[in-house]
């Protein structure tokens, strides 16, 4: 699949380990992310997120190839591929995914030939943990009331001889 998108002499964007971009950034043709990007995303052709790099947003492309991590609203025209090692958070559309061993996917998916119009809208969070106060413990209550009487001794009668008879045999 990446053969199929591979770029012409001098086009496509890359960025290297140790930049950090924050922002709405915008790519054309094939792309390859080294290092930080945090804001919306948008790749008209394949975006790959190297081992090491970090994606936090929303991110929109053709073809999303994940060795690093990426966090958000993640959506794709064509395909996912999540490779091992990598991490993938949030919210996941495409009409294919495919995810090996080793990789990480916490996200809500989406795996449809059709995305729905309403997908991108903000998802309405589940209700966390409540918090717990903690309780006091129970005071031990004092009442007047009688012991109650003993019980009698227990007597085992299910392992006993049965008892003999005297008939006349």
């Known amino acids: 699949m990446v053969n199929q998108l591979s770029a012409k002499q001098g086009e496509g ?3 290297a380990a140790g930049t950090r971009l924050e922002g709405q950034i915008a790519f054309t043709g094939p792309t390859i992310v080294s290092g930080h990007l945090k804001g919306d995303v948008i790749a008209d052709g394949l975006l790959v997120i190297e081992a090491g790099a970090i994606v ?3 991110i929109d492309g053709t073809l999303i190839v994940v060795h690093g991590t990426l966090t958000g609203t993640i959506s794709a025209s064509d395909m996912i591929e999540a490779f091992p090692g990598c991490r993938i958070e949030g919210r996941a559309y495409a009409p294919s995914m495919r ?3 080793g ?3 916490l996200a809500d998916l989406l795996i449809a030939p059709v995305r729905p119009a309403d997908w991108n809208a903000p998802k309405q969070a589940a209700p966390g943990p409540q918090q717990v106060r903690p309780q ?3 005071k031990p209550v004092q ?3 009688p012991a109650p009487a ?3 001794p227990f ?3 299910m392992f006993s001889q049965p008892a003999k008879t005297s008939s006349g045999s």
Do not use: K, R, Y
Request: aromatic share 4%; net charge negative; charged share 10%.
């Open 150 to 152: 003993p019980l009698p």
């Open 155 to 157: 007597v085992n009668t």
């Open 103 to 105: 990789a990480t996917v």
């Open 13 to 15: 964007s890359f960025i």
């Open 99 to 101: 995810v090996d061993g």
């Open 56 to 58: 936090d947003g929303s």
């Open 136 to 138: 006091p413990s129970p």
């Open 143 to 145: 009442a007047d009331i």
